[in-house]
């Protein structure tokens, strides 16, 4: 897989100062299942697909998976956020891996491939409470995660149409930009389709 710190692949060749995102060239991988091709998102990291590429993010426990579509483009973008806020980080980690920050931050990468804000909407899954509380820190991360979130959607003006949020099993999500589904899957169970 490719990833890039610190900076964007511009369509253009042009290099843009801006945190972690998954080249758009290069780190794919084939699908088992009819060929597809798949991104992996991993912690903190964000990515912007079109079309028929997915983008997955596997064993996902209290952190959240953010999902922006702009149904008429087919744009998509997936955001693997970790911590509810900046607060909790260090001062070089990327907007992607907070709540606070990633909601703004993934609109903005996907305006910049083309899409329109006003016809973004978003689908979250994630956020379980894996850990036992030992300390006030870790105490409830996923349902703070959770709800940091959706405080953040609604200051950016991006209605959260879908959700499979909280329990205590980790979750396996696929998000499609081409169609904006999203699939959720977790031990033993069929994929849900949000």
Do not use: Y
């Not at 209290?62 to 970790?82: K, M, N, R, W």
């Amino acid at each position: 897989m490719t990833t890039q710190t610190g900076s964007i692949a511009l369509s253009s060749g042009a290099q843009e100062p801006r945190p972690t995102l998954i080249s758009l060239r290069g780190g794919k991988r084939p699908s088992p299942a009819a060929g597809a091709v798949v991104v992996p998102v991993g912690l903190g990291e964000g990515c912007v697909e079109s079309g028929e590429i997915r983008m997955a993010v596997h064993g996902l426990g209290s952190c959240v998976a953010l999902c922006l579509h702009d149904p008429e483009t087919g744009l998509g973008g997936l955001c693997h956020i970790v911590l509810p806020n900046r607060g909790f980080g260090r001062a070089d980690d990327p907007p992607s891996k907070f709540a606070d920050s990633a909601v703004s931050w993934l609109a903005a990468r996907m305006v910049e491939r083309g899409a329109n804000r006003s016809r973004l909407v978003a689908k979250i899954a994630g956020g379980a409470s894996l850990f036992s509380a030992k300390n006030a820190a870790t105490s409830n991360i996923g349902q703070r995660n959770i709800e940091a979130v959706r405080s953040a959607l609604e200051a950016c003006g991006i209605p959260l149409v879908a959700e499979h949020v909280g329990g205590s099993v980790p979750r396996t999500i696929v998000f499609r930009p081409g169609d904006g589904r999203l699939e959720v899957s977790f031990a033993g169970r069929v994929a849900e389709v949000l």
